[in-house]
């Protein structure tokens, strides 16, 4: 405590002598300190430093921080042995000051001890003037006695002072009770309806018989009116809604609103402009999410970034990767390839579906009559690669298959022909981190049967979309793809192990008949080979009906192969019936759709969001909208182009959950790169970029602290910590690239 607060001490001090004496309820009996010294009044222990110099200053913990430093951590000020109760609720408050002005603190409560989970954190920026108080309310994830309060200063090119005072974790406090603030009751998609296509919006309201609507335009003149339609409790968010249908209206026009029950919605457009745009920017996404290459500024103004995992220090990889001990004795270059997600991560599985998605967005506009290759034809995408003569969606897809291919184990090995599952950090990093300057050892996770087919399926499909484009890698990719298959039959069995989740996310699935249905599928429909048609038709997920309410994705992927299996033009012995299962797939999702009054075709078992629902929500309208070009109905298409109403804002928290798209639009994805809430130096995510949405399981802690007891689609938060509703993933994109593709071809 600094010494002209004196005064204030000693009233401090007074009163809690008074408090003391008071009866238990008043004085907040369960409020109990948990740092020790915080006020640094004669002494600086029991606080520890690593690399600052710590000086005595006026009652003030300071720290001379040296320059030159790259991560957070690299300089520290804390205190250990602390403990936390799971449940309860504290106030974590300090006094911080920077000189000069500008440097951010990252002040945490977390695990004193390897592997330094965060519980809490905040970084603030701070002034020179050391008066800002700073507090902030959380609640303990965990039981322990071994937490950490902690302030990281380091990541600064220059020296700076950094100075502290007032530390204090009170335990036993009031939860503070978070109230997202939801805007105007009226829900709309807040970017654009189509001219010709579906426009509904959803109200929230306690009434119980139908309200007058108005649609106004940006002069705020009515152009169209009618009435809500009441739709009683909504289970998805608990709600008393109504819905209503603006479809008559379409004439193109920009800041139009919806005004109900008193509410003005936020604006829209009627139009395809911005379809158009997010049909790119979906797919611009994976060219800042490139590991191995520096990202040119000039291609993405505000992310040009070194390159990553390159082979050069402090990075440890990719380029000449180590097995995990015991796995392998060989060691791979696997250098290129796209993060997975907000990590440095790369893994087989997740990035097979997702290259599965962007060469079936490509795939899809060949063989259908709405559909338009050129859309992402060469040179719409700013790529390095544009003006080479190749669809740019295709370059970029090719960047992660040639990462794909690099997993493969090489002949003469153990397992060879299998894919390994992942590569990644031997420990979680912490955020900010830029891929460059991450210093942990990488490396290879055990092969498995799901990674080895995926190879095969994605390999086996970019040898018939690159064949015109690519001879020779056309060649290399089908003989990889059946080298994969032929290692998967030898060994069905092999899977990751749910435990090997340390540095990296685990993506352990035990069944791999989905997987073996799909490489199947993309062998045959390239070869034409009776064998692969009958391992497809053979297989017991030919015929069952995989279009269940989580939908697919990295873990359940039989879809992939009925949707090319209806697409792609085949031979396959009864594909009438593979095109009508996708049909009646289509009809499923299509009622969810209309007995939802938020209008999304996703509605999970017990009301539960899985993890990536926004995503979930996407694929589901593309099996709906597979229909519309199977049979040209235009309730398919209309289904399919209305799902992405919610996903644009048509939802409970009225938010848009792509950035850049919408006026309210979630822009803090975890991610260790696009971290301008933790750095302002650091970018926000790029416009088109999807956030994984509400998951019901809230899996991180401050999700946990935030949104516990949240309803479906209340479980989402967007804070970068927030890691299990609000991360961006490769797989997610390409959700949003196809359905955003569909919808573009459709204006
Ligand atoms: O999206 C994945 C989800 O389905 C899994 O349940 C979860 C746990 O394995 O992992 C999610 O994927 C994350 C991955 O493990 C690591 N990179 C970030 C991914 C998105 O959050």
Known sequence: MKRRSTALLSLAALLGAALTALPAAQAGADEVEQVRNGGFDSTTDPWWTSNVTAVPADGRLCADVPGGT??????????????????????????????????????????????????????PVLDESGDDAYSYTFTSPVDSTQGQVAFQVGGSADPWRFCLDDVSLVGGVPPEVYRPDTGPRVRVNQVAYLPSGPKNATLVTDATTKLPWQLKNAAGTTVAHGWTVPRGVDVSSGQNVHSLDFGAYRTRATGLTLVADGETSRPFDIGTAAYERLGLDAVKYYYTQRSGTAIRDDLRPGYGRAAGHAGVAPNQGDTDVPCQPGVCDYRLDVSGGWYDAGDHGKYVVNGGIATWELLSTYERALHTRTGEPSRLGDGTLGLPESGNHVPDVLDEARWELDFLLKMQVPDGQPLAGMAHHKIHDEQWTGLPLLPGADPQKRELHPPTTTATLNLAATAAQAARLYRPYDKAFAARALTAARKAWAAALAHPD?????????????????????????????????TGEKRFADQVTASPLHTADIFVPNGFDWSRTAAAARLDLALVPSRLPGRDKVRRSVVRGADTYLATLTAQPYGMPYAPDDNRYDWGSAHQVLNNAVVIATAYDLTGASAYRDGAVQSIDYVLGRNALNISYVTGYGEVAAQRQHSRWYAHQLDPNLPSPPPGTLAGGPNSSIQDPYAQSMLQGCVGQFCYIDDIQSWSTNETAINWNAALTRLASFVADQG
């Open 70 to 123: 790259v991560n957070r951590w690299d300089s520290a000020v804390g205190q250990d042995a602390i403990t936390l109760v799971k449940g309860s609720s504290y106030r974590f408050s300090f006094d911080a000051s920077g000189v000069p002005e500008g440097h951010v603190v990252r002040a945490i409560v977390g695990l004193g001890v390897s592997p330094y989970d965060t519980w809490y954190e905040a970084t």
């Open 494 to 526: 092999v899977h990751a192990d749910p435990a090997d989740g340390t540095g990296g996310g685990a993506y352990n699935d035990d069944d791999a008949t989905d997987e073996f249905y799909w490489a199947a599928a993309e062998l045959y429909l390239t």
